[in-house]
């Protein structure tokens, strides 16, 4: 017997499997379905509560119920487990720092499948965000014919866990004219791509991803997909105070400070030579300095008054 109430995830999944009336057979009748929706409540909370290191996440349901529907309750909570601890398992973490990494691998194969289509969804600036439902639910969301997320499943049981996102990526490669004749930004291509077709071939793309996965496997591609994490991280793209390795050796940094100290001197001999010249000339320094000084004290008391008008604010962020 599952405890329900008191397990932290229950309510989510109650209300995931309530909205799932699409993943069911249509025509079943009510009565039956229903049965199968508390079946799918009970396996998902069992497998959680048996391993505590798994976090539920929106979508786990899609996955679940397709075994269900194939193998029944108990076979279903097996495989079911097992999977969530391999294949499934980057998606069940407290963040979605992994599942993110795993999306990263997406553009490195479409660039070196069809390099025109990669360079275009990079000007688009659309990102990988359209493909999360297809790579989480391994495509049981986004396909409403069972029989294709039957046999999509099948191959993606038999292979490597990374194999949805080579499957995402044929599925663009397929798309390429409707993705190069879409308007070239964000929110066009986002929905071109997010909306997949129902009539795929399915056998060819998959074989044609069996294919990519040989000729470009994970580890080719791993270090370009953990460059492209790093520059998704605002951090790593702020350059303004960055030193390259050469500039932050201790002996650059002394020999920086000697030719900044010997520029210090040589103007303050320049300065000693410039009291030196006639009165005439002093004079002339003399009204130049002040000019500058008016100047300066012109930009500082404007600098002054802005600094003010944006004090309180500042005031309210970082002192609560």
Known sequence: EVERENNKDYNQVLLDVQRSLRRFPPGMPDEQREGLQE?????????????????????????????LLVLGERLATALVEKLSTHHLRDFMDPTMDNTKHILNYLMPIIERVNPEVHDFMQQAEVGTIFALSWLITWFGHVLSDFRHVVRLYDFFLAC??????????????????????????????????????????????????????????????????????????????????????????????????????????????????????????????????MGLTVALGAAALTLVNTALEWAPKLDLHLFP
Request: glycine letters at 4%; one cysteine or more; hydrophobic letters at 40%.
């Open 39 to 67: 079946e799918l409540i009970d396996i998902i909370l069992r497998v959680l509560g048996r391993n505590t290191q798994l976090h539920y996440y929106q979508g786990y349901h899609d996955i679940v119920v397709t075994f």
């Open 160 to 289: 490597h866990p990374l194999m949805p996102i080579y499957f995402a990526a044929v599925i663009v490669q397929y798309r390429e004219d409707e993705v190069l004749d879409c308007e070239c930004d964000m929110a066009s291509v986002h929905h071109l791509l997010s909306q997949i077709p129902q009539d795929l071939p399915y056998e060819t793309l998959i074989s044609r991803a069996g294919d990519l996965f040989v000729q470009f496997p994970p580890s080719e591609l791993a270090r370009e997909a953990a460059q492209q994490y790093s520059q998704q991280m605002a951090a790593s793209t702020f350059k303004d105070f960055d030193l390259t390795p050469e500039q932050q050796r201790p002996d650059t940094v002394l020999r920086r400070r000697r030719r900044e100290k010997q520029a210090l001197k040589g103007a303050a001999a320049g300065a000693m030579v410039a009291t030196a010249q006639p009165t005439t000339a002093r004079r002339f320094v003399r009204l130049a300095v």
